[in-house]
């Protein structure tokens, strides 16, 4: 009888050593590395800038405008589906191009560009390190120019040329701000020269 | 379709076929504030266009030839805030405008202020200028 207790006594023990074993968690594998991601940014930011924001922005700041020629006051807004087509396509073009500004592993300029005005104008490494410090920054100041896009499509939607006319303001304080911040932080008030040469 | 691309596409560089050139630099890699300018002359052309507005004049060189400048403004919501109106363009005015010489162009300048020949004075500066005290407070 007590042989028979001894081995019962066994058996539980070995049975609930079993159910602990059975039920506890496996060891958590460490997870896959990243994937690479499948864009391949090819233009730097200053490339999409000058080839993809600077070209549309312009055709949408100048889509509509007053010229005033000796006085007489000239009209410009896009005058038929055609011309509001190219506006809204341009619109689209700098509202999505701001995506591309925000993808990681963009350069700042072409290798071995420096800045366009030295002195002035900060130096792409200069640039990078902001952006580096900052990646918040760079992105909200992304997305506020494709907010402010947002206006500007659809006036353009209702193709209602004075509403398109004022919501480029936006767009370029959008601009502005940015630049100020990324591009020359350091161009503040300055002093003027004392005197004024008269022509 | 590919007329419609073809109609777009020519209609986009008509809407830009007649724009100055606009880069979005700062204020110091286009103009030189240490060379401040006064120009007395007729305006004969006026720009109310995003995101600068365009003065051009006709300025009398000593020598009795006339020199062409192109101005730029702030944007036309900011030179309305300071209360200029396009209808203030009028044929033939004279005004005297304040600014900076370009750098790169002998004929381009940014304007500060604005003077009518009626005496009224309207800050026309855009954003990133020096601080000269042309702008109100």
């Known amino acids: 009888m007590a042989c028979f207790r001894r081995y019962a006594t066994f058996a539980v023990v070995l049975g609930a050593m079993f159910l602990l074993v059975g039920c506890s968690k496996p060891a958590p594998e460490a997870p896959p590395p990243p994937a690479a991601p499948p864009y391949n940014p090819v233009a730097s930011i200053r490339e999409v800038m000058n080839s993809v924001i600077d070209p549309n922005v312009d055709v949408v700041w100048n889509s509509v405008k007053t010229v005033i020629d000796h006085g007489k006051p000239i009209e410009q807004a896009p005058k038929n589906d055609e011309e509001w087509a190219a506006v809204r396509h341009s619109a689209m073009t700098v509202a999505e191009g701001a995506n591309l500004l925000m993808m990681p592993g963009r350069a700042v300029a072409p290798q071995g560009a420096g800045s366009l005005s030295p002195g002035i104008e900060l130096a792409p490494d200069q640039v990078r390190a902001l952006i580096d410090k900052s990646p918040s920054g760079w992105n909200q100041f992304a997305r506020a120019l494709q907010d402010s896009l947002q206006p500007a499509l659809a006036a353009i939607d209702k193709k209602d040329a004075q509403a398109l006319f004022e919501s480029g303001d936006k767009i370029d304080e959008v601009c502005e701000s940015c630049h100020q911040v990324f591009w020359y932080p350091e161009q503040g008030a300055s002093a003027p020269a004392k005197s004024a040469a008269a022509r | ?137």
């Not at chain 2, 890699?29 to 051009?56: F, Q, S, V």
């Not at chain 2, 004929?107 to 009626?118: C, P, Q, S």
């Open chain 2, 1 to 137: 379709m590919k007329r419609n691309i073809f109609l777009v596409l020519l209609a986009a560089g008509a809407l830009c076929a007649v724009q100055p050139a606009h880069a979005h630099h700062a204020f110091a890699a286009e103009y030189d504030n240490t060379k401040p300018l006064t120009l007395n002359g007729i305006i004969t052309r006026m720009e109310w266009a995003n995101p600068h507005g365009w003065i051009y004049m006709d300025t009398k060189e000593p020598n009795g030839a006339v020199k062409h400048w192109m101005i730029e403004t702030a944007a036309p919501s900011q030179l309305s805030r300071h209360g200029l109106k396009k209808a203030d363009f009028t044929d033939g005015m004279t005004a005297v405008v304040k600014g900076y010489q370009g750098k790169n162009d002998p004929g381009l300048a940014n304007g500060r202020t604005l003077v009518m020949k009626d005496g009224r004075s309207f800050y026309i500066g855009s954003v990133g200028g020096p601080n000269d005290g042309a702008e109100p407070q």
